[in-house]
């Protein structure tokens, strides 16, 4: 498997990166041989966000440690349904009292879903951010490699 370039950037005042558990280890067990892995329950990382394998795809949304590192979130920037998020873009920008995050995708992704509502709506995902509080539903593309 290829390096992976996704991580979890915290912008304020200087720039850096979050160790690689917070995002990099998240896909990197995640990563599905076939698009109809099995469903299976929530995965909780090292970090701020968990991701749930559904058949054809994952969801991902922040730990109660990623909500509680923003503080009041005051804005969801979520993709549009259907787009491609190229490797290593962001895929959801957050914004909160604690500073701004943003998830990249570690691998080239499709967006199957957003929910709207914590757009509308950000605290819903501090008050439940492990069910209503979700951001995201989404596919990995297959590389070219595994297109051959």
């Known amino acids: 498997m290829p390096p992976l370039n996704g991580s979890l950037s915290h912008k304020k005042g200087r720039s850096k990166k ?3 558990c917070a995002v990099r280890g998240m896909f990197a067990a995640m990563k599905p041989k076939h698009d109809t892995s ?6 909780f990382q090292r970090g701020h966000v968990w991701v749930q394998a559904l058949e054809g795809g ?31 873009d962001v895929l959801v920008e957050l914004e909160g009292a ?9 691998y080239e992704l499709e967006v199957q879903a957003v929910n709207d509502s914590a ?6 995902v501090s008050e439940d951010p492990l069910e209503e509080g979700w951001l995201v539903k989404f596919r990995i593309r297959p590389t070219k490699q595994e297109n051959s």
């Open 18 to 20: 979050y160790p690689s």
């Open 38 to 43: 099995p469903i299976r329950s929530k995965e």
């Open 58 to 88: 994952y969801t991902l949304g922040l730990t109660h440690l990623g909500t509680d590192s923003l503080g009041d979130l005051e804005s969801v920037i979520l993709p549009s349904e259907g787009s491609t998020i190229p490797q290593g």
């Open 98 to 106: 604690g500073g701004q995050f943003d998830i990249l995708a570690p």
């Open 119 to 124: 757009e509308k709506d950000p605290e819903r």
